[in-house]
T-cell receptor, first 110, second 112 residues
Framework: QQPVQSPQAVILREGEDAVINCSSS?????VHWYRQKHGEAPVFLMI?????EQKGHDKISASFNEKKQQSSLYLTASQLSYSGTYFC???????????FGKGTSLLVTP | EAQVTQNPRYLITVTGKKLTVTCSQN?????MSWYRQDPGLGLRQIYY???????DKGDVPEGYKVSRKEKRNFPLILESPSPNQTSLYFC???????????FGPGTRLTVT
């Protein structure tokens, strides 16, 4: 039930854009996105609910394609502070277990 | 300050010696959860709780127990730890309205 994330790793130059994908083999109720910096705890970015709108803040946004059981995280004009590992978490229904992907390592270089 | 606290932060123990990792949150959150994080495997949910006295198994519950007797506390119990439970453990909590999970600082457990 673990969602599949792609790519596994990406290296960007500051100012470039990136897309991280998350796909599930099951129909989804929600998709959660978190970022974890080295040696720290994961930090919430956003959640997308079935039937809900695309969410985003600042230069990070995400979409949720319910039919394809996929979500994508868009990082626009990346900053050095965006470096870290990004995890998507998926729920098949409200109140159920949250399954995280293995993560996508993102490195933004000057 | 709103936070999730875990104790201990680091623990080295021996196989079979029962241990408890405590987790406490001060945000009045209904939902609490335990995860383990291993290199290359991401975050895997062990147990979660939607409210007091309500707990459910996550992806990898074998070898672990939890209890939710109070809203703020959600201890993780390893009755007979084994070396394959060596891992980094995170506790998290969230409101059932916002779903935003706040993670504790993590507990690094080594079982020899």
């Amino acid at each position: 039930q673990q969602p599949v994330q792609s790519p596994q790793a990406v290296i960007l130059r500051e100012g470039e854009d990136a897309v991280i994908n998350c796909s599930s083999s099951k129909a989804l109720y929600s998709v959660h996105w978190y970022r974890q910096k080295h040696g720290e705890a994961p930090v919430f970015l956003m959640i997308l609910l079935k039937g809900g709108e695309q969410k985003g803040h600042d230069k990070i946004s995400a979409s949720f394609n319910e039919k394809k059981q996929q979500s994508s995280l868009y990082l626009t004009a990346s900053q050095l502070s965006y470096s870290g590992t990004y995890f998507c978490g998926t729920e098949i229904d409200s109140g159920y277990a949250l399954n995280f992907g293995k993560g996508t390592s993102l490195l933004v270089t000057p | 300050e709103a936070q999730v606290t875990q104790n201990p932060r680091y623990l080295i123990t021996v196989t079979g010696k029962k241990l408890t990792v405590t987790c406490s949150q001060n945000m009045n959150h209904e939902y609490m959860s335990w995860y383990r994080q291993d290199p290359g495997l991401g975050l895997r949910q062990i147990y979660y709780s939607m409210n007091v006295e309500v707990t459910d198994k996550g992806d990898v519950p074998e070898g672990y127990k939890v209890s939710r007797k109070e809203k703020r506390n959600f201890p993780l119990i390893l009755e007979s730890p084994s070396p394959n439970q060596t891992s980094l453990y995170f506790c998290a909590s969230s409101s059932i309205e916002t779903y935003e999970q706040y993670f504790g600082p993590g507990t690094r457990l080594t079982v020899t």
